[in-house]
């Protein structure tokens, strides 16, 4: 719960405000872009909801923010109700975010995907009754994808809930030891009819991609959008090897996709076409002398 006495300076005057507890991972700002803004290192409310829509984004922010650092001076139960609700929240396809982003993975997104041969989770949120009673309507899961071991969050838990296969590379293995299904390759490989697991080292050792019906491509933190740059980032810090992570980004431009849904930073739909462009600049801003194929 965020704590009054810790409001931030930068918060305008209202119900909703950030508390110096924030750990700045962005998921506000994604949610509810036209309240919440990054001021300093934190979050900070510089513009107060006024109508639903809004009001309903700032609740959806608070539930998702991981370390319970947006607070209201006034709770609105009917409008919390409605935002818990909403969660998982669809995006299209049978494809969902789930919110209630975890701070055992300081706050990365993770998502929902329905299938009839079984649904997945890709990383995961918090443990909580809400979520795990909403995918149990939806029939379970069977498969928890891991993109890489700084996202593990609270996996374990969903798989013996649910008796799902946890999916992991050998090279982040330290993160899930007891991991059901550990991806040894390096190359690409089609697991299922429209499932791809594409191995993307590079942030990590054993960093993947999933790539669902050449459409949804999920990174977890090889690659995201930055809605106000509206560009595609790749990390620069945080690194295990800069090369390979070139390799790996530059391996993107042998697929097609429609969606980035990322761990860390923001997701985008874009034509396939456009999506290329964008992965293609991304590589020459990494590195100008690099040709693309
Ligand atoms: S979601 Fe919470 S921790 Fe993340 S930036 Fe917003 S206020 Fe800070």
């Known amino acids: 719960m965020a704590d009054q006495k810790k409001r931030l300076d ?139 071991k700084d996202d593990v969050a609270e996996a374990e838990k969903y798989a013996t809930h649910f008796g799902a296969k946890r999916i992991i590379h050998r090279a982040d293995l330290e993160a899930a030891p007891g991991a059901e299904w550990i991806i040894e390759d390096v190359t690409s490989s089609q697991i299922f009819p429209q499932f791809e697991i594409i191995p993307v080292p590079g942030h990590t050792a054993g960093c993947m991609a999933l790539l669902y019906k050449n459409k949804f491509l999920f990174t977890g933190d090889h690659l995201w959008w930055d809605s106000k740059q509206q560009v595609l980032r790749a990390p620069s810090q945080r690194v295990w090897r800069k090369r390979v992570l070139l390799d790996s980004l530059q391996k993107l431009l042998g697929y097609r996709f429609e969606w980035v849904l990322a761990g860390h930073g923001d997701r985008v739909r874009l034509s396939a076409e456009s999506m290329q462009s964008h992965v293609q600049t991304l590589i020459e801003r990494h590195h100008p002398t690099r040709v693309s194929p």
């Open 10 to 148: 930068s918060n305008v005057t209202g119900n909703f405000y950030v508390d110096a507890t924030c750990i700045n991972c962005d998921t506000c700002r994604q949610l509810a872009p036209a309240s919440f803004e990054e001021v300093g290192s934190f979050s900070a409310v510089t513009s107060q909801p006024t109508d639903e829509e809004h009001l309903h984004r700032a609740y959806q922010a608070l539930l998702a923010c991981p370390v319970g650092s947006i607070g209201i001076e006034q709770s609105e139960p009917v409008q919390m109700q409605e935002a818990m609700a909403s969660f998982p929240l669809h995006l299209e396809d049978g494809v969902y975010y789930c919110g209630f982003n975890s701070k055992k993975s300081l706050g990365a997104n993770s998502f929902f995907l329905e299938h009839p041969d079984g649904n997945w989770l890709i990383d995961s949120p918090r443990y909580l009754k809400h979520l795990v009673e909403a995918f149990e309507r939806k029939g379970g899961l069977s498969y928890i994808f891991l993109t890489h």
